[in-house]
């Protein structure tokens, strides 16, 4: 027993070897094959994109031009999202120092593998066809790729530095599997509504990463210190990634709601919800600084906060005012839980948080989902009519009896699965991930871009400091000369 | 009256205080409170965007398909707008070397305000419903306000560097309360067609944030002349903003056009306008230097010059070569601007322009107010229609009447009122902003984030220069041992 | 002769001038003069943006909304593919240290002279109007315009650093015109499908780059060696490009498609491709390097071969696996060419590619040619439908009884006229580059922007550093002093 203990004990405290020359490119490889074989067994495109069956759907469903065509609704809408993975939350994660080029470079690999997946194990549980057992796929279906990678690069904001790729790729196969089947229990089988994610993509995600990173807790992390922060211009890096996200959000949330006044609706409350965080963001930066001077971290961040919150309520006639109040309160608490949560939880929950998602994502979808649960809890015909309330809550088929009491408790429920799923999936993965066999950093080495990438030498030259230190050496050596005359005389 | 004056004297030269940690959150939270409020009072969702009144207009309209909600015209020229807001004036503002913070950042928290002001602003002159007494919002209000919002942005240009953010949301409330007013004037009143808004957002906001900084004069400015410039890097940041204004213009000038030929036209027009633009700022600046360098500063601003000078007439059958000239004159006009104007400007009439709005926004949307105007003039029915005619200039209800010709001479008029709002109501601004209580920056303390920011500390470490250096400290050493040793001796 | 010899001798080898103050502006304001006075003579607007036009089209098709419009077909598109011409390919460029401000801004220079230039030749080609000698453009005429561009774009890559702005503006001249006759014979006369111009843009425009780089060997171009190289930001800067580029690659090859089933089918295959390139770069890049480290080069790059070699087959049914499929070699073959054949290509064949476009565009271009042909031949009435068979190919008019095979013989034969046009045609236009009147730098003043741009002086304060260094200032003084008083004792 003492035998097994010590020989754990050295299996797993051994010499961190951040070598990922084999399990990089074996995992890149294998999963993309696996890509491959599973695509061309289940794979296929829908009726929409496919051009027999649109011809042929075109004339069964008369319809008369092709501007009906799904992809005229969405696509937009797609691309802007696309925007936000990959340049969002890619440059968003450039504000350290020495981390940029695996924060966007990272962000780009999980994502361009996660969304592969994640057609995969949505199309598994949302739209396999029982009669032909394949998965067809159009425009929605990569715009719900996307969300399902964000939830996995949400993650990736906690574990910032502190991981190798190869365990990010790890992050995100069970991220996205996990959030294929969370999603099918809030959005099928609990029957929730949740168009922009806040319980599915940013509740789960936001725990999903908290829970790995606190498995992972480094105790010695300090001895990075001096590469986890920023500079000028890695800031000025982040703040593409802050506005892109910002401005693109309110497609995210409207990107996959129902066409018509779905869509408008949905991008009009988030628009307003995130103007409002901006400003309770700000106010709190300022207030929290002796002399009121602003923080880039709560800029970058918090600021955001009101986007996240609207993910359920935005297509819901939640009013303009209403979506104001969200994002004014989320960012509040967003700026509080960076001020005080964030080192809090670092010191008495051994919770390492490097972007700090739990205040961007786990606490505002969480509210998210909340929220969602009392404007669906308040609905009624007055407000969205009767054939409206139908239309809005899908109140059909197995659920034509639902009243909006019931939906409101199915959201609150859904938010709580969406929670379950982050901490328990996290904790799991977490363990998975502290076999020492995925080439991670040692605690002196994190928040180093040095470790996995080529990185240019830096010799910017700065002429005038150059030529300074040149006339200092000339004076210098006249000095040592000189010295040297008096030595010797 | 002695004692007044001098009661006078002491507070307006007293010691600049920077500390807005009182006044930034005080403005921030009681304004946000303040549109809740308002939004709780007047906002309600258009037919567009409200479940219950698109069902019944779709049935009441004969709507067939989804497709035809206004989202699906405007929405990707929304996004693109949306981009210029944020990305492409924040960045544009962040060339300086020390305040790409303030630059993006402070752009940021008044663009932010700001659309939320203008949503009611422009509702209550506007689309006010006399009935309810409510305004009813849609995506072409968010397009309004963000448009709204670009005439204090364009302010901000002038005024970068010398004033703390608590005045640039000053600036934004009475920038938008006045756009408003002008906008009603110009297109309401006068029934001038501005879709891109050459008269209400360019010349308009390049002339109050001139005459705002014309108040706001700073004798001793020279004192923060060593941050008053770009750095290497700096200028590809500001690229970005220049870049994203360039591509979007075409969106902006067509964003909010009539349904049909109208938003291709303008899209064309504008695009031909920056196209030719580029090549003639390239030229003069290459003409103006020695040796025929260019200049980053003309690459930067000049080359947007003609979609400002296209924002009225791009809707107009103005023909893609007249928008080839447009483009040429106003491209050679700017550059010369900043070649010639802006430093005369600052000597002879004391007007201190830091990102050159006088070149960039003042004189080509002034322009493009009277070439708005003389394509009105011409206007006729050979190359319009008679529909078309009426059509494109809205010749109904009061003006069925109007003729190419007048409608010429109130465009000419509009742009006048235009430049009056701006001059007048700057003017009034400068003098509130000039109270000491607003927390500016002294005379040599202009143009660094510092003062506002928490700025990190720039330890971005150089390997070969700070190996060097050590090498010089232990050099040095051995030289003070050596010498305290030959004093010794 | 010998006299002759040594004449040109004298003239060719010359002391390098780069001085471009009169060569730049002529160019600039001559040739804008001149498309100012032939699109006067030749450009009108087509039936969707003329106002007279669209209501009578309206009226004579029947068409019953706006929406029909094609702008709401393609819009979202176009301006995808803007931002790929100008922030897309202008940043991939700006990855050396010192050449940044030429990266972006020669690229903005030449695709805003380009564009105009396109309309011209593209509309002579295929859209001259026989009886009124005019062209009509629309907004499907501006993304052909901005692809046509894209062929010079990608020549400048082979050329970054080496050349001047005026050269840059000849290359892009004749590139115009060979892109507008080879695409000319591909497209109509052999009735090739190419939407995405894997052959006619990438293919064409890396084979024009190659041969233009290689009649301008440098042979003592390691002179400049020191600048050809990236630093940390610059690498960042790249990735803005790199990220751009890929993310709007499924609108750049489905801008132009059919409407309907044809534009999401071309942006789900090349999404797909895309992703599938990421993976095998990155494996590839990291199994290259001693201890798996990733390589900037690599990942700005190969990572898009997957949308280059997908440009003709996109909107064929190559189904998903088989984007896949595509995705995977390319990504692996472009990462190899950076690996070993861009330096083997320089050492043995002379050829300096400064992007290394042979790996990213000149043989993905090709193979996407040859991908498009095996599709093209193996496209039958089972996957398409008759009808649908028609519609993808066009098989309609004198191309009637074309059966998938012969179509697929075409495809392959118009690869190869695009890698000959760029052969050919790069190897005339490099002589005419040889003239010594263009103002290209010295051997040891490439990559160099202080050559063509006035830059910033370096003087980045950086504070502890700079203290440190006033530190060592006064301690030197310190000791200069008592050395001194050494020397008088």
Redesign the interface.
């Known amino acids: 027993m003492g035998n097994l203990c010590e020989c754990l004990g050295n299996f797993f405290g051994r010499q961190k070897n951040?070598?990922?020359?084999?399990?990089?490119?074996a995992v890149?490889?294998i999963?993309?094959?696996a890509?491959?074989?599973l695509?061309?067994i289940f794979?296929?495109?829908d009726e929409?994109?496919?051009?027999?069956?649109?011809?042929?759907h075109?004339k069964s469903a008369n319809i008369?031009?092709?501007?009906?065509?799904?992809?005229?609704?969405r696509?937009?809408?797609f691309?802007?999202v696309?925007?936000m993975i990959?340049?969002g939350f890619?440059f968003l994660m450039?504000f350290l120092?020495?981390y940029?080029?695996s924060g966007?470079?990272f962000n780009?690999?999980i994502a361009?593998?996660g969304?592969?997946w994640a057609l995969l194990m949505q199309g598994w549980f949302h739209s396999l066809d029982p009669v032909t057992g394949t998965i067809s796929?159009?425009?929605e279906s990569?715009i719900n790729a996307d969300f399902c990678c964000a939830g996995s690069l949400i993650a990736m904001g906690a574990l910032l530095g502190k991981v190798s790729?190869v365990q990010l790729m790890v992050v995100t196969l069970f991220g996205v599997t996990l959030f294929a089947v969370e999603e099918y229990i809030i959005l099928d089988l609990l029957h929730c509504r949740d168009a922009g994610g806040s319980m599915v993509i940013h509740a789960f995600g936001g725990y999903y990463g908290l829970a790995i990173s606190w498995v992972l807790y480094r105790p010695k992390l300090h001895q990075s210190k001096?590469l986890n922060?920023?500079?000028?211009?890695s800031?000025?890096?982040a703040?593409?990634g802050t506005?892109?996200l910002?401005?693109?959000w309110?497609?995210f949330n409207s990107a996959i709601t129902d066409?018509?006044?779905?869509?408008?609706?949905a991008?009009?409350n988030t628009?307003?919800a995130?103007?409002?965080s901006?400003?309770?963001a700000?106010?709190?930066s300022?207030?929290s600084?002796?002399?009121?001077?602003?923080?880039?971290v709560h800029?970058q961040n918090a600021?955001l906060a009101g986007g996240v919150a609207m993910g359920t309520a935005a297509e819901f006639?939640i009013?303009?005012?209403g979506s104001?109040?969200v994002g004014?309160c989320c960012g509040i608490i967003s700026t509080f839980g960076y001020l005080f949560v964030t080192p809090f939880l670092e010191k008495t929950l051994k919770l390492q948080d490097t972007c700090g998602i739990h205040n961007l994502h786990a606490v505002p979808g969480m509210l998210g989902g909340f929220v969602g649960a009392i404007v669906a809890a308040f609905a009624n015909e007055d407000?969205?009519?009767k054939?409206?309330l139908k239309?809005?809550f899908d109140f059909e088929g197995d659920f034509a009896n639902r009243t909006p009491g019931t939906q409101g408790g199915f959201q609150a429920a859904g938010t709580c699965v969406a929670i379950a799923f982050g901490i328990v999936g996290g904790g799991v993965v977490g363990l998975i991930l502290r076999f020492p066999i995925w080439?991670d950093p040692a605690d002196d080495n994190c928040f180093d871009d040095d470790?996995?990438?080529?990185?240019?030498?830096?010799?910017?030259?700065?002429?005038?400091?150059l030529e300074?230190?040149n006339h200092?050496?000339h004076?210098?050596q006249d000095?040592?000369e000189?010295?040297f005359s008096?030595?010797q005389s």
Chains 1, 2, 3 share one sequence.
Request: aromatic share 16%; with cysteine.
């Open positions: 951040t070598n990922v020359r084999v399990s990089l490119p890149c490889f999963w993309q094959i890509m491959i074989i695509f061309g794979i296929r495109y929409e994109s496919d051009v027999k069956k649109w011809l042929e075109k008369s031009s092709n501007i009906e065509n799904d992809f005229y609704f696509y937009p809408s691309q802007d696309h925007v990959f340049v890619g450039t120092k020495r940029s080029f966007v470079g780009f690999l361009a593998f969304l592969q796929i159009g425009i990569l790729p001096s922060g920023s500079v000028y211009h800031d000025m890096f703040m593409i506005l892109f910002w401005m693109f309110p497609s066409h018509g006044d779905g869509q408008p609706r991008a009009i628009y307003l995130l103007a409002s901006v400003l309770t700000v106010a709190i300022s207030l600084q002796k002399k009121g001077k602003l923080d880039m800029i600021t006639m009013t303009p005012y104001l109040i004014f407000v969205y009519g054939e409206g239309h809005v080439g470790v996995y990438w080529e990185v240019p030498e830096e010799e910017e030259i700065i002429p005038p400091v300074y230190n200092m050496i004076k210098h000095i040592s000189s010295n008096v030595e």
